[in-house]
């Protein structure tokens, strides 16, 4: 009976134990919390509060007693950026840049994110600048990238061409492609600017750069064309076809032209067809349907697109021959059958689309410079409508 009640006197014992050990802890956490600068609550009360002048103003002021916090400052930095705030991102980079006792490591950390600042907010010139003197230090690669980004959308190209083959030098991987692409650019200004010749110079330099290169060997007819060579031009364009029989449809216009041209409209219609048995494609059929119609006429031109969308199903196809059958209907049908066909055509109008095929990004006509991404040749010559048949 004793011993079970000197039991029930542990209890308030551990109890008491359990509460001093409590108070340690809560000393501690204060103690510790207390080692935190008062900006730090001062500056996320701001942020909290949508008040982000005044955070960064806080913010500054911990950087200026503490410098060991210039991490914080990057992550407020690029928030910002992110979130296209790019003058208050500008304003964290340089605060921290105009601090005299940053590590050269850390200097070399702002001045490149203030080059990114500047870049997104389009402050080129200032961008580039910055860029420009970071050249030998750590970041040197990452300020070539963004380099090479500038001269793109300033369309530099000769300075784009310096910045890729620097790239390549500094072992950032191979940028012949791109060299190629922006020879390519030059080439058709040069043409523009009916200079063909110096266009074929560049031309010649953008096939060093990639044999492969589509573009280029279409210019190089272009500028044949240019100094009155038709039939020069013809061979050119003729060698898409061993690229990229795809790549065809491309070109097949001004191949068609060229035929026709020079009084051999047939052959280059039976060339074209020859290529759409290769590889099918609406943009070939297109060409040379209406080649079809104008030297054999409707009942031929019809049945090449019959013959066509039996082998791919398309509504593509479909709105294609329905065009051919209002031609040669009778009149009880036409206004029955043109129903039909803009009803068709409406819905093909979304289907008939370039599609990048890197970020997705939809257009009405064929680029070599993805307008959403900015990558090189990253659209396929075909349709999302055969692109979606052929998977
Ligand atoms: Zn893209």
């Not at 308030?12 to 802890?25: E, S, T």
């Not at 994110?113 to 690669?141: C, I, P, S």
């Amino acid at each position: 009976m004793e011993l079970e009640l000197w039991w029930l006197l542990g209890i308030p014992v551990f109890f008491g134990l359990g509460w001093v050990a409590a108070r340690v802890d809560i000393r501690q956490l204060v103690s510790e919390s207390r080692t935190l600068p008062r900006g730090y609550f001062k500056g996320l009360n701001f942020l909290l509060n949508e008040q982000p002048d005044k955070a960064i103003d806080a913010f500054i002021e911990i950087v200026r007693m503490d410098p060991e916090s210039a991490d914080m400052h990057f992550a407020l930095g690029n928030l910002f950026r992110r979130r296209g705030e790019t003058e208050r991102a500008i304003r964290v980079h340089q605060n921290l840049l105009a601090r005299p006792d940053l590590p050269v490591e850390q200097k070399e950390h702002a001045q490149y994110e203030l080059g990114m600042d500047y870049l997104k907010a389009g402050l080129l010139d200032r961008a580039e600048e910055t860029f420009n003197a970071m050249l030998h230090g750590q970041y040197a690669v990452q300020a070539r990238k963004a380099l090479l980004e500038i001269f793109q959308r300033e369309k530099e190209w000769q300075r784009a061409i310096e910045a890729a083959l620097a790239l390549q030098e500094a072992g950032a991987g191979s940028r012949q492609k791109e060299i190629a692409q922006f020879y390519c650019e030059l080439a058709q200004d040069a043409l523009v600017h009916l200079h063909p010749q110096d266009a074929l110079v560049l031309l010649e330099k953008s096939l060093q750069a990639d044999r492969v290169n589509v573009r280029a060997t279409m210019l190089i007819g272009d500028a044949q064309l240019a100094q009155g060579d038709v039939e020069a031009a013809l061979l050119t364009w003729r060698r898409v076809e061993q690229i990229s029989v795809p790549h065809t449809a491309l070109v097949a216009q001004r191949m068609m032209d060229g035929y026709s041209k020079v009084g051999r409209a047939q052959e280059g219609v039976n060339l074209l067809k020859s290529y759409l048995e290769q590889a099918s494609s609406i943009d070939l059929i297109e060409v040379v349907y209406k080649a079809v119609l104008e030297l054999d006429g409707v009942g031929a031109a019809k049945q090449l697109v019959v013959d066509e969308l039996r082998r791919t199903p398309t509504l593509l196809g479909l709105d294609k021959l329905l065009e051919a059958r209002l031609m040669d209907a009778p009149v009880s049908v036409v206004s029955e059958l043109s129903m039909v066909k803009n009803l068709v055509h409406g819905y093909t109008q979304k289907l008939a689309r370039y599609q990048c095929s890197h970020c997705g990004f939809k257009a009405r006509q064929f680029y070599w410079q993805c307008p959403g991404c900015s990558r090189w040749e990253t659209y396929p010559p075909r349709r999302t409508e055969e692109l979606n048949v052929m998977n």
